[in-house]
């Protein structure tokens, strides 16, 4: 199993797919507080739709709380100011995906702790700033899927 690690997120729409996501591929999705949203957000279940009542989220005080309870054998970030790509990681089964919120991306203490576990997924253009949120997760699942063939 691999987990999804969404730190602060702040769209429900996005949490929703991503939890649709980790039902459909047997990931655990694990929710970091504060979110800009309740869990019982119409617009959260409405992009989950009947996957939400089978994903059973572990929900985290904050990121220490987090690391207290940590599962994951190893984690990655998601930044666009990773130097590695998301197919450059070596994955293996059980390590973690973490990403941050859709308006700030990751905190920056946390990107300059873990500079060697940044990943990025590249993207051609000179207009962008960053992914959907739910692509992103999807885009960095499916790598580490295709890597560990667990499908």
Known sequence: MFHIILHQPEIPQNTGSIGRLCVNNG????????????TSDYYLRRAGLDYWEKLEPTHYDDWNDFL???PAKRLWFFSTKGARRH???PWAYGDGLVFGRETVGLPAELLAAHPESLVRIPMVGD???SLNLA?????GLYEALRQTENW
């Open 27 to 38: 990931v655990q999705l694990h929710l970091i507080h504060p979110l800009g949203f309740e």
């Open 68 to 70: 207290a309870r940590n």
């Open 87 to 89: 197919t450059q990681a």
């Open 127 to 129: 207009h962008h700033r």
């Open 135 to 139: 692509q992103a997760a999807a885009i």
